[in-house]
């Protein structure tokens, strides 16, 4: 991770969670709901913005979602993983 991410990412560790979603015929990708490992859904009423984004840890391309959450704004982030992985394009975190 290069040391802007760092100094923006102080003391946080990926959670990797289910997110439904829907794909549009632009392949836009607009999140639905975040499924955690405890199997709590919660519904995402809003995204609000759309970005590229530096992540914790491991230096992977990945964007941040802004979504909204029980009225509250949150970052939802997709981890893009190498291509070597066959049959998998990415998976979906939050920074806690």
């Avoid at 549009?24 to 970005?51: H, L």
């Avoid at 982030?77 to 979906?92: K, T, V």
């Amino acid at each position: 991770m290069n040391p802007t991410a760092k100094a923006l990412h102080p003391h946080k560790e990926k959670v990797y969670v289910k997110v439904s979603s829907d794909t549009d015929q632009t392949g836009y990708v607009r999140p639905r709901s975040i499924t955690w490992a405890d199997g709590r859904t919660y519904e995402i009423e809003d995204v609000k913005d759309f970005r590229p984004a530096d992540t914790v840890g491991v230096a992977l391309p990945a964007d941040c979602y802004t979504v909204v959450i029980r009225g509250q704004i949150k970052h939802l982030f997709f981890e893009r993983i190498d291509r070597s992985f066959h049959g998998r394009y990415g998976r979906w975190f939050v920074e806690v």
